[in-house]
């Protein structure tokens, strides 16, 4: 039933053991902070690669405007975004999931964290408050604009991390503003969540990724 947690048996992720090490991914949580068109596919994505606990945060309900775009269906319009996502999460099993149906402000982070909000003023606010905390090893910051999406990893722990993804945060009003009606796309967003789940998948396994990439959906270039 929607909404019931069903444990998984570690033997149904046979096909990616070699790849994503279920005893890594169990152990693992992740915070996503926002659950729209980027967040929402992330999350369902890191369910299916067997993630142990997925934090997730979204002060916004679902609105019609939303299902074309995120993993939302018709049947959850109106609810809170997150309490409607962990219903979805919760049929597949595996994941335990916490939903905290409001804006994340300042709540401790621990491990790998998200950014999958849609404005750059809320970008700034967040890291302000995520970038002091010593439990936060990992910070994965996830943008889309028409077809061109963004992925931006920082690790505050180290300088120069820090100072590359900070040159790249700057106020709202100096970000390219798409039409209302370009703002998002599903195989945008489900690309962009893919991409930033396998950075999740490199960064908990210790491998190298690029700490910067920018995806031009429209010609399938990765840049």
Request: positive net charge.
């Given at each position: 039933?929607?909404?019931?947690?069903?444990?998984?048996?570690?033997?149904?992720?046979?096909?990616?053991?070699?790849?994503?090490?279920v005893e890594v991914m169990s152990k693992a949580r992740v915070t996503i902070i926002g659950v729209g068109a980027i967040g929402s596919m992330l999350a369902v994505t890191l369910a299916k690669m067997g993630i142990g606990t997925l934090v997730i945060?979204?002060?916004d309900t679902v609105e019609p405007h939303n299902l074309p775009n995120q993993w939302y269906r018709p049947c959850d319009l109106g609810k809170?975004?997150?309490?409607?996502?962990?219903?979805?999460l919760d049929a597949f099993g595996s994941s335990q999931v916490e939903a905290y149906p409001r804006n994340y402000t300042a709540q401790p982070l621990d491990g790998l964290a998200v950014c999958a909000v849609d404005s750059m003023d809320v970008r700034m606010r967040l890291w302000k408050a995520a970038k002091p905390m010593k439990n936060l090893t990992t910070w994965i910051d996830g943008r889309m604009g028409a077809e061109v999406g963004r992925i931006l990893v920082a690790d505050p722990r180290d300088i120069s991390s820090v100072q590359a993804y900070e040159a790249e945060l700057y106020p709202s009003r100096e970000?390219?503003?798409?039409?209302?009606?370009?703002?998002?796309?599903?195989?945008?967003?489900?690309?962009?969540?893919?991409?930033?789940?396998?950075?999740?998948?490199?960064?908990?396994?210790?491998r190298p990724y690029r700490r910067q990439l920018t995806?031009?959906?429209r010609n399938a270039l990765l840049v």
């Amino acid at each position: 039933m929607d909404g019931d947690n069903v444990s998984l048996p570690a033997t149904c992720y046979v096909r990616q053991q070699d790849v994503l090490p279920v005893e890594v991914m169990s152990k693992a949580r992740v915070t996503i902070i926002g659950v729209g068109a980027i967040g929402s596919m992330l999350a369902v994505t890191l369910a299916k690669m067997g993630i142990g606990t997925l934090v997730i945060y979204d002060g916004d309900t679902v609105e019609p405007h939303n299902l074309p775009n995120q993993w939302y269906r018709p049947c959850d319009l109106g609810k809170p975004k997150v309490e409607a996502l962990k219903g979805i999460l919760d049929a597949f099993g595996s994941s335990q999931v916490e939903a905290y149906p409001r804006n994340y402000t300042a709540q401790p982070l621990d491990g790998l964290a998200v950014c999958a909000v849609d404005s750059m003023d809320v970008r700034m606010r967040l890291w302000k408050a995520a970038k002091p905390m010593k439990n936060l090893t990992t910070w994965i910051d996830g943008r889309m604009g028409a077809e061109v999406g963004r992925i931006l990893v920082a690790d505050p722990r180290d300088i120069s991390s820090v100072q590359a993804y900070e040159a790249e945060l700057y106020p709202s009003r100096e970000a390219l503003q798409a039409p209302c009606t370009a703002k998002a796309t599903m195989y945008c967003a489900s690309g962009l969540a893919a991409l930033m789940a396998a950075k999740v998948g490199k960064v908990l396994l210790r491998r190298p990724y690029r700490r910067q990439l920018t995806i031009d959906f429209r010609n399938a270039l990765l840049v």
